[in-house]
């Protein structure tokens, strides 16, 4: 593989597919049906698998592809980081507190925004010291963002 080569890795599982496909589907090329049920297959065993790999939400996986380029100029830039968590100050308990409560206020009064959504979700996430559930409410704040973007492209459209 050359620097200009994609990097293909993430397909294996898909060319593992097709491969077992053309493996086990039988053909007679001497038949009017030919490669039919070969092809037939290939099409449908690709289709779930894709369909499988691929998000379900409406515009999800474009922005997905938008969130990918941004990491590949970030790994570019600063390469692969690790630092530590940050989460669970003290103050981020009570201002987690503080932006449920405005929250669940603002929309009560018909006010409610994506910012409020957006800042009650990163500041749970910043009280938060356990592992797992930082990463849940980072997972939320994610979903919050996806939402944001579609919310704005369907106002484009």
């Given at each position: 593989?050359?620097?200009?080569?994609?990097?293909?890795?993430?397909?294996?599982?898909?060319?593992?597919?097709?491969?077992d496909?053309?493996?086990?589907?039988?053909?007679?090329?001497?038949?009017?049906?030919?490669?039919?049920?070969?092809?037939?297959?290939?099409?449908?065993?690709?289709?779930?698998?894709?369909?499988?790999?691929?998000?379900?939400?409406?515009?999800?996986?474009?922005?997905?592809v938008?969130?990918?380029?941004?990491?590949?100029?970030?790994?570019?830039?600063w390469?692969?980081?690790?630092?530590?968590?940050?989460?669970?100050?003290?103050?981020?308990?009570?201002?987690?507190?503080?932006?449920?409560?405005?929250?669940?206020?603002?929309?009560?009064?018909?006010?409610?925004?994506?910012?409020?959504i957006?800042?009650?979700?990163?500041?749970?996430?910043?009280?938060?010291?356990?592992?797992?559930?930082?990463?849940?409410?980072?997972?939320?704040?994610?979903?919050?963002?996806?939402?944001?973007?579609?919310?704005?492209?369907?106002?484009?459209?």
């Amino acid at each position: 593989m050359t620097d200009t080569d994609p990097d293909l890795t993430a397909l294996g599982p898909l060319a593992k597919t097709i491969a077992d496909t053309v493996e086990t589907t039988p053909i007679n090329l001497g038949s009017p049906e030919g490669a039919l049920p070969l092809i037939q297959a290939l099409i449908l065993r690709t289709a779930a698998y894709m369909g499988s790999e691929l998000p379900r939400t409406p515009g999800l996986a474009k922005h997905m592809v938008e969130v990918d380029s941004e990491r590949q100029r970030q790994l570019a830039k600063w390469g692969d980081q690790h630092h530590p968590d940050g989460t669970d100050l003290d103050a981020a308990v009570s201002i987690a507190d503080t932006a449920r409560r405005e929250c669940d206020e603002a929309f009560a009064a018909g006010r409610g925004t994506w910012a409020h959504i957006l800042t009650e979700e990163v500041t749970e996430a910043l009280a938060e010291d356990d592992p797992d559930r930082l990463r849940t409410e980072l997972v939320q704040c994610a979903a919050v963002i996806q939402a944001w973007i579609s919310d704005i492209d369907s106002r484009e459209a």
